[in-house]
Protein backbone atom coordinates (compact mmCIF):
# COMPACT_ATOMS: atom_id res chain seq x y z
CA UNK A 1 0.00 0.00 0.00
CA UNK A 2 1.61 3.47 -0.49
CA UNK A 3 1.96 6.04 1.79
CA UNK A 4 -0.92 8.06 1.90
CA UNK A 5 0.38 11.15 4.06
CA UNK A 6 1.20 12.87 1.08
CA UNK A 7 3.65 16.56 1.48
CA UNK A 8 4.84 18.88 -0.73
CA UNK A 9 2.39 18.97 -3.37
CA UNK A 10 -1.81 19.48 -3.71
CA UNK A 11 -2.99 16.77 -1.91
CA UNK A 12 -6.39 15.56 -3.27
CA UNK A 13 -8.76 13.00 -2.20
CA UNK A 14 -8.82 10.49 -0.32
CA UNK A 15 -5.29 11.65 0.97
CA UNK A 16 -7.04 15.44 1.66
CA UNK A 17 -8.20 15.77 4.96
CA UNK A 18 -11.28 17.31 6.54
CA UNK A 19 -11.91 20.80 5.77
CA UNK A 20 -15.57 20.35 6.28
CA UNK A 21 -16.50 23.46 7.77
CA UNK A 22 -13.81 25.58 5.66
CA UNK A 23 -15.26 23.72 2.44
CA UNK A 24 -19.06 24.24 3.09
CA UNK A 25 -18.62 28.47 3.53
CA UNK A 26 -16.42 28.54 0.72
CA UNK A 27 -19.22 26.72 -1.43
CA UNK A 28 -21.73 28.87 0.42
CA UNK A 29 -19.81 32.39 -0.48
CA UNK A 30 -19.28 31.51 -4.36
CA UNK A 31 -22.86 30.58 -4.45
CA UNK A 32 -23.54 33.78 -4.01
CA UNK A 33 -20.63 34.93 -5.77
CA UNK A 34 -18.64 36.54 -2.95
CA UNK A 35 -15.38 37.73 -2.62
CA UNK A 36 -13.02 36.35 -0.34
CA UNK A 37 -10.22 36.64 0.64
CA UNK A 38 -8.65 33.93 2.39
CA UNK A 39 -5.50 34.09 4.75
CA UNK A 40 -3.10 32.05 6.59
CA UNK A 41 0.28 31.69 7.61
CA UNK A 42 2.29 29.00 5.23
CA UNK A 43 1.47 25.31 4.86
CA UNK A 44 -1.48 25.85 6.29
CA UNK A 45 -2.80 24.04 3.40
CA UNK A 46 -4.89 26.92 1.08
CA UNK A 47 -3.89 25.65 -2.06
CA UNK A 48 -4.80 22.14 -0.99
CA UNK A 49 -8.39 23.60 -0.20
CA UNK A 50 -8.39 25.71 -3.22
CA UNK A 51 -8.08 22.49 -5.64
CA UNK A 52 -10.64 20.89 -3.15
CA UNK A 53 -13.04 23.33 -4.02
CA UNK A 54 -12.46 23.03 -7.16
CA UNK A 55 -13.49 19.73 -7.69
CA UNK A 56 -16.67 20.51 -5.28
CA UNK A 57 -17.61 23.33 -7.69
CA UNK A 58 -17.15 21.62 -10.99
CA UNK A 59 -19.25 19.14 -9.94
CA UNK A 60 -22.04 22.03 -8.78
CA UNK A 61 -21.70 22.89 -12.82
CA UNK A 62 -19.51 26.07 -12.18
CA UNK A 63 -17.49 27.54 -14.19
CA UNK A 64 -14.22 27.71 -12.40
CA UNK A 65 -10.89 29.17 -12.97
CA UNK A 66 -7.37 28.79 -10.91
CA UNK A 67 -4.60 31.22 -11.51
CA UNK A 68 -1.31 31.06 -9.68
CA UNK A 69 0.41 34.37 -9.49
CA UNK A 70 3.30 33.06 -8.75
CA UNK A 71 3.58 30.97 -11.90
CA UNK A 72 3.08 34.34 -13.89
CA UNK A 73 6.38 36.28 -13.23
CA UNK A 74 4.63 39.86 -15.35
CA UNK A 75 1.41 41.68 -16.00
CA UNK A 76 1.49 40.06 -19.68
CA UNK A 77 1.95 36.13 -18.61
CA UNK A 78 -1.20 37.63 -16.17
CA UNK A 79 -3.81 38.63 -18.51
CA UNK A 80 -2.84 35.77 -20.83
CA UNK A 81 -3.57 33.57 -18.27
CA UNK A 82 -6.67 35.34 -17.01
CA UNK A 83 -8.57 35.37 -19.97
CA UNK A 84 -7.00 31.57 -21.28
CA UNK A 85 -8.21 30.01 -17.94
CA UNK A 86 -11.81 31.35 -17.62
CA UNK A 87 -12.66 31.32 -20.97
CA UNK A 88 -11.67 27.47 -21.01
CA UNK A 89 -13.63 26.85 -17.85
CA UNK A 90 -16.67 28.19 -19.76
CA UNK A 91 -16.03 26.83 -23.30
CA UNK A 92 -14.53 23.46 -23.74
CA UNK A 93 -14.68 22.98 -27.94
CA UNK A 94 -11.21 24.34 -29.29
CA UNK A 95 -12.95 26.22 -32.34
CA UNK A 96 -15.52 27.84 -30.00
CA UNK A 97 -12.76 28.61 -28.11
CA UNK A 98 -10.66 30.52 -30.69
CA UNK A 99 -13.82 32.27 -32.15
CA UNK A 100 -14.22 33.79 -28.42
CA UNK A 101 -10.46 34.54 -28.45
CA UNK A 102 -10.45 36.03 -32.61
CA UNK A 103 -13.20 38.34 -31.22
CA UNK A 104 -10.54 40.29 -28.62
CA UNK A 105 -9.02 43.16 -29.21
CA UNK A 106 -5.77 42.88 -27.50
CA UNK A 107 -5.01 39.63 -27.43
CA UNK A 108 -4.88 37.09 -30.13
CA UNK A 109 -5.11 33.39 -30.65
CA UNK A 110 -2.20 30.64 -30.88
CA UNK A 111 -2.92 27.55 -31.72
CA UNK A 112 -0.72 24.58 -30.88
CA UNK A 113 -0.23 20.84 -32.19
CA UNK A 114 0.07 18.19 -29.13
CA UNK A 115 2.06 14.84 -30.14
CA UNK A 116 -1.38 13.13 -29.85
CA UNK A 117 -2.23 15.36 -32.70
CA UNK A 118 -4.96 17.31 -30.28
CA UNK A 119 -5.23 21.23 -31.01
CA UNK A 120 -4.83 23.51 -27.76
CA UNK A 121 -6.02 27.06 -28.09
CA UNK A 122 -4.38 29.95 -26.04
CA UNK A 123 -3.90 33.38 -26.59
CA UNK A 124 -0.87 35.84 -25.92
CA UNK A 125 -0.67 39.87 -25.60
CA UNK A 126 -0.96 41.22 -29.45
CA UNK A 127 1.01 44.25 -28.75
CA UNK A 128 3.95 45.39 -26.01
CA UNK A 129 3.52 45.01 -22.50
CA UNK A 130 2.11 48.64 -22.09
CA UNK A 131 -1.05 47.26 -22.97
CA UNK A 132 -0.84 44.24 -20.54
CA UNK A 133 -3.49 46.01 -18.31
CA UNK A 134 -6.42 47.03 -20.97
CA UNK A 135 -5.35 43.53 -21.82
CA UNK A 136 -6.13 41.63 -18.57
CA UNK A 137 -9.47 44.42 -18.05
CA UNK A 138 -10.45 42.85 -22.16
CA UNK A 139 -10.16 39.12 -20.43
CA UNK A 140 -11.88 40.10 -17.56
CA UNK A 141 -15.06 41.49 -19.16
CA UNK A 142 -14.90 38.67 -21.82
CA UNK A 143 -15.03 36.25 -18.89
CA UNK A 144 -18.56 38.14 -17.30
CA UNK A 145 -19.87 37.87 -20.94
CA UNK A 146 -19.27 34.38 -21.49
CA UNK A 147 -20.50 33.52 -18.11
CA UNK A 148 -23.36 35.51 -18.77
CA UNK A 149 -23.64 34.07 -22.22
CA UNK A 150 -23.45 30.64 -21.29
CA UNK A 151 -25.93 30.51 -18.20
CA UNK A 152 -23.37 29.25 -16.00
CA UNK A 153 -21.70 30.97 -12.74
CA UNK A 154 -18.07 31.44 -12.94
CA UNK A 155 -15.28 31.69 -10.11
CA UNK A 156 -11.58 32.87 -10.49
CA UNK A 157 -8.91 31.42 -7.62
CA UNK A 158 -6.64 33.48 -7.57
CA UNK A 159 -3.04 31.91 -5.64
CA UNK A 160 -0.39 33.86 -3.69
CA UNK A 161 -2.23 36.91 -4.43
CA UNK A 162 -0.32 39.40 -2.46
CA UNK A 163 1.98 38.80 -5.58
CA UNK A 164 0.10 41.36 -7.56
CA UNK A 165 1.81 44.29 -6.16
CA UNK A 166 5.14 43.35 -7.93
CA UNK A 167 3.69 43.97 -11.24
CA UNK A 168 2.78 47.64 -11.08
CA UNK A 169 2.34 48.93 -7.39
CA UNK A 170 -1.16 49.31 -6.99
CA UNK A 171 -2.46 50.29 -10.72
CA UNK A 172 -3.62 46.82 -11.27
CA UNK A 173 -5.66 46.91 -8.27
CA UNK A 174 -7.26 49.66 -9.11
CA UNK A 175 -8.08 48.24 -12.80
CA UNK A 176 -9.49 45.34 -11.91
CA UNK A 177 -12.11 46.64 -8.73
CA UNK A 178 -13.52 49.03 -11.44
CA UNK A 179 -14.41 45.64 -13.09
CA UNK A 180 -14.88 43.43 -10.66
CA UNK A 181 -17.91 45.92 -9.20
CA UNK A 182 -19.75 45.67 -12.62
CA UNK A 183 -19.28 41.88 -12.79
CA UNK A 184 -22.79 39.99 -11.69
CA UNK A 185 -21.78 36.52 -12.92
CA UNK A 186 -18.46 35.82 -11.25
CA UNK A 187 -17.29 35.22 -7.86
CA UNK A 188 -13.58 35.85 -6.63
CA UNK A 189 -11.46 33.74 -3.65
CA UNK A 190 -8.02 35.89 -3.08
CA UNK A 191 -5.53 33.77 -1.38
CA UNK A 192 -2.80 34.55 0.04
CA UNK A 193 0.01 33.78 3.07
CA UNK A 194 1.56 37.36 3.54
CA UNK A 195 -0.74 38.72 6.00
CA UNK A 196 0.36 42.37 6.52
CA UNK A 197 0.23 42.67 2.29
CA UNK A 198 -3.56 41.03 2.59
CA UNK A 199 -4.94 42.68 5.41
CA UNK A 200 -3.30 45.98 3.83
CA UNK A 201 -5.16 45.02 0.46
CA UNK A 202 -8.76 45.02 2.26
CA UNK A 203 -8.28 46.67 4.90
CA UNK A 204 -6.44 49.80 4.21
CA UNK A 205 -9.14 52.77 3.12
CA UNK A 206 -7.19 54.27 0.34
CA UNK A 207 -6.31 50.81 -1.67
CA UNK A 208 -8.93 49.99 -4.13
CA UNK A 209 -10.29 46.40 -2.73
CA UNK A 210 -10.70 48.36 0.88
CA UNK A 211 -13.91 46.58 1.94
CA UNK A 212 -14.29 44.61 -1.58
CA UNK A 213 -14.59 41.24 0.04
CA UNK A 214 -14.48 39.36 3.36
CA UNK A 215 -11.23 38.22 4.85
CA UNK A 216 -11.26 34.38 5.84
CA UNK A 217 -8.68 33.21 8.23
CA UNK A 218 -7.79 29.55 7.61
CA UNK A 219 -6.20 27.82 10.78
CA UNK A 220 -5.50 24.14 11.35
CA UNK A 221 -7.39 21.14 10.43
CA UNK A 222 -9.66 20.66 13.92
CA UNK A 223 -7.71 17.96 15.60
CA UNK A 224 -10.38 15.47 16.21
CA UNK A 225 -11.41 15.31 12.17
CA UNK A 226 -7.79 15.08 11.17
CA UNK A 227 -7.03 12.10 14.29
CA UNK A 228 -10.03 10.13 12.55
CA UNK A 229 -8.62 10.69 9.23
CA UNK A 230 -5.10 9.70 10.64
CA UNK A 231 -6.24 6.55 12.09
CA UNK A 232 -8.63 5.68 9.30
CA UNK A 233 -5.32 5.15 7.09
CA UNK A 234 -3.24 3.31 10.39
CA UNK A 235 -5.84 0.80 10.45
CA UNK A 236 -6.11 0.21 6.47
CA UNK A 237 -2.41 -0.48 6.80
CA UNK A 238 -3.40 -2.27 9.80
CA UNK A 239 -1.13 -0.30 11.91
CA UNK A 240 -2.24 0.01 15.89
CA UNK A 241 -1.96 3.65 16.96
CA UNK A 242 -4.01 5.39 19.93
CA UNK A 243 -6.11 8.43 19.54
CA UNK A 244 -4.30 10.06 23.12
CA UNK A 245 -0.65 9.80 20.96
CA UNK A 246 -1.33 11.53 18.21
CA UNK A 247 -1.81 14.61 20.45
CA UNK A 248 1.64 14.67 20.22
CA UNK A 249 2.01 14.69 16.75
CA UNK A 250 -0.32 17.87 16.37
CA UNK A 251 1.99 19.45 19.46
CA UNK A 252 5.55 18.63 17.37
CA UNK A 253 3.79 19.91 14.17
CA UNK A 254 2.34 22.96 15.74
CA UNK A 255 -0.83 21.76 13.72
CA UNK A 256 0.62 22.84 10.79
CA UNK A 257 -0.45 20.48 8.75
CA UNK A 258 2.37 19.95 6.39
CA UNK A 259 4.16 19.20 9.66
CA UNK A 260 1.52 16.47 10.26
CA UNK A 261 1.63 14.99 7.17
CA UNK A 262 5.31 15.04 7.11
CA UNK A 263 5.29 12.87 10.29
CA UNK A 264 2.39 10.63 9.96
CA UNK A 265 4.45 9.94 6.46
CA UNK A 266 7.63 9.22 8.53
CA UNK A 267 5.21 6.73 11.28
CA UNK A 268 3.54 4.94 8.09
CA UNK A 269 6.77 3.71 6.87
CA UNK A 270 8.00 2.78 10.10
CA UNK A 271 5.04 1.42 10.97
CA UNK A 272 5.61 -1.02 7.91
CA UNK A 273 8.11 -3.32 10.21
CA UNK A 274 6.59 -2.72 13.39
CA UNK A 275 2.40 -2.74 12.96
CA UNK A 276 2.37 -0.75 16.05
CA UNK A 277 3.11 3.09 16.62
CA UNK A 278 4.53 3.75 19.71
CA UNK A 279 5.35 7.02 21.52
CA UNK A 280 9.18 6.81 21.79
CA UNK A 281 8.33 6.50 18.09
CA UNK A 282 6.60 9.85 17.79
CA UNK A 283 9.09 11.90 19.56
CA UNK A 284 11.88 10.50 17.32
CA UNK A 285 10.02 11.74 14.19
CA UNK A 286 11.33 15.80 14.33
CA UNK A 287 14.76 14.95 14.48
CA UNK A 288 14.20 12.56 11.42
CA UNK A 289 12.68 14.79 9.44
CA UNK A 290 15.46 17.66 10.35
CA UNK A 291 17.99 15.49 9.34
CA UNK A 292 16.10 14.80 5.96
CA UNK A 293 16.23 18.78 5.36
CA UNK A 294 19.94 19.25 6.97
CA UNK A 295 21.12 20.76 3.61
CA UNK A 296 18.80 23.53 3.91
CA UNK A 297 19.38 24.29 7.22
CA UNK A 298 23.25 24.09 7.16
CA UNK A 299 22.90 26.69 4.58
CA UNK A 300 20.51 28.95 6.74
CA UNK A 301 22.68 28.84 9.75
CA UNK A 302 26.00 29.29 7.34
CA UNK A 303 24.57 32.67 6.92
CA UNK A 304 24.58 33.59 10.62
CA UNK A 305 26.87 35.21 12.59
CA UNK A 306 28.37 33.78 16.10
CA UNK A 307 25.96 35.66 18.55
CA UNK A 308 23.28 34.95 16.32
CA UNK A 309 23.76 31.31 16.22
CA UNK A 310 23.91 31.31 19.90
CA UNK A 311 20.32 33.10 20.50
CA UNK A 312 19.42 30.53 18.26
CA UNK A 313 20.86 27.33 20.81
CA UNK A 314 19.23 29.41 23.06
CA UNK A 315 15.95 29.85 21.81
CA UNK A 316 15.53 26.51 20.72
CA UNK A 317 16.10 25.26 24.64
CA UNK A 318 13.24 26.43 25.73
CA UNK A 319 9.39 25.91 25.32
CA UNK A 320 8.97 29.84 25.58
CA UNK A 321 11.67 31.54 25.13
CA UNK A 322 11.86 35.28 27.07
CA UNK A 323 15.14 37.07 24.91
CA UNK A 324 14.85 39.80 26.61
CA UNK A 325 14.29 38.79 30.33
CA UNK A 326 17.26 38.66 32.77
CA UNK A 327 16.56 35.21 33.55
CA UNK A 328 17.19 34.12 29.91
CA UNK A 329 19.95 36.14 29.15
CA UNK A 330 21.96 34.50 32.52
CA UNK A 331 20.89 31.34 31.73
CA UNK A 332 22.57 31.52 28.23
CA UNK A 333 25.33 33.73 28.50
CA UNK A 334 24.10 36.66 26.38
CA UNK A 335 23.19 39.87 26.20
CA UNK A 336 22.66 42.65 26.23
CA UNK A 337 18.98 43.41 25.25
CA UNK A 338 20.48 45.92 22.76
CA UNK A 339 22.50 43.38 20.80
CA UNK A 340 19.65 40.51 20.82
CA UNK A 341 17.25 42.84 19.92
CA UNK A 342 19.73 43.41 16.83
CA UNK A 343 20.30 39.58 16.10
CA UNK A 344 16.51 38.99 16.18
CA UNK A 345 15.71 41.86 13.83
CA UNK A 346 18.17 40.31 11.53
CA UNK A 347 17.00 36.35 11.85
CA UNK A 348 13.32 37.85 11.67
CA UNK A 349 14.79 38.97 8.19
CA UNK A 350 16.37 36.36 6.69
CA UNK A 351 12.84 34.41 7.81
CA UNK A 352 14.84 32.07 10.44
CA UNK A 353 12.43 33.19 12.54
CA UNK A 354 8.82 35.24 12.92
CA UNK A 355 7.59 37.57 15.48
CA UNK A 356 3.72 36.82 16.59
CA UNK A 357 1.34 38.86 17.39
CA UNK A 358 2.17 38.87 21.24
CA UNK A 359 5.89 39.68 20.58
CA UNK A 360 6.96 36.25 20.57
CA UNK A 361 9.75 35.02 18.08
CA UNK A 362 9.52 31.09 17.21
CA UNK A 363 10.84 29.50 14.00
CA UNK A 364 7.91 29.28 11.06
CA UNK A 365 10.10 25.94 10.13
CA UNK A 366 9.70 23.91 13.32
CA UNK A 367 12.01 21.14 12.13
CA UNK A 368 14.67 23.55 11.66
CA UNK A 369 14.22 24.13 16.19
CA UNK A 370 14.76 20.36 16.44
CA UNK A 371 18.00 20.39 13.80
CA UNK A 372 19.55 22.99 15.83
CA UNK A 373 18.41 20.93 19.04
CA UNK A 374 20.26 18.24 17.95
CA UNK A 375 23.07 20.41 16.96
CA UNK A 376 23.62 21.37 20.29
CA UNK A 377 22.71 18.48 22.45
CA UNK A 378 23.97 15.87 19.74
CA UNK A 379 20.79 14.00 20.04
CA UNK A 380 19.20 12.66 16.69
CA UNK A 381 22.88 12.08 14.75
CA UNK A 382 22.46 8.32 15.24
CA UNK A 383 18.36 8.46 13.53
N1 LIG B 1 -6.52 19.02 4.13
C1 LIG B 1 -5.31 18.48 4.02
N2 LIG B 1 -5.15 17.13 4.05
C2 LIG B 1 -3.92 16.58 3.98
N3 LIG B 1 -2.79 17.29 3.87
C3 LIG B 1 -2.89 18.64 3.81
C4 LIG B 1 -4.14 19.29 3.87
N4 LIG B 1 -3.92 20.62 3.80
C5 LIG B 1 -2.58 20.79 3.70
N5 LIG B 1 -1.96 19.60 3.71
C6 LIG B 1 -0.50 19.37 3.68
O1 LIG B 1 0.18 20.60 3.78
C7 LIG B 1 1.00 20.84 2.63
C8 LIG B 1 0.95 22.30 2.28
O2 LIG B 1 -0.35 22.66 1.85
P1 LIG B 1 -0.62 23.86 0.84
O3 LIG B 1 0.44 23.91 -0.19
O4 LIG B 1 -2.02 23.74 0.41
O5 LIG B 1 -0.43 25.09 1.84
P2 LIG B 1 -0.52 26.63 1.52
O6 LIG B 1 -1.27 27.26 2.66
O7 LIG B 1 -1.05 26.85 0.15
O8 LIG B 1 1.01 27.05 1.60
P3 LIG B 1 1.74 28.31 0.89
O9 LIG B 1 1.26 29.53 1.62
O10 LIG B 1 3.18 28.02 1.15
O11 LIG B 1 1.36 28.30 -0.55
C9 LIG B 1 0.44 19.93 1.54
O12 LIG B 1 1.44 19.55 0.63
C10 LIG B 1 -0.05 18.74 2.37
O13 LIG B 1 1.00 17.86 2.66
MG1 LIG C 1 -0.25 27.67 -1.58
Not at 48 to 70: E, I
Not at 158 to 180: C, H, N, P, Q, W
Not at 309 to 314: D, E, F, N, P, S
Request: charged share 30%; net charge positive; with cysteine.
Amino acid sequence: MENPFKYGGVVRRPYFADREDELKELLREMENLGRVFLLSPRRYGKTCLLFHLMDHLQNLGFGVAYLDLNACPDLRRFAEAFTQQTSKSLESNTEKLLKVFAGLKRLRPKVSVGTDGALTASVELAADEKDAIPALLEGMHNAEALARKSGKKLIVIIDEFSDLLKYDGTTVEKAMRSVIQQQDHVGYVFSGSEETMMRGMVQDKKRAFYRMGRMMELGPINRDAYAAFILRWFEKGFCRVERRDLEHVFEIGVDVPYNIQRICHILWEKARGEKEIHLPMIEETPYIIAQQDAPHFESLWSATSQPQKTLLVALAGETDPKPFSKAFQLTHGIGPSSSIKASLDSLTKKGILYRTKKGAYRFPDKFMMFWILALSTDRGKTS
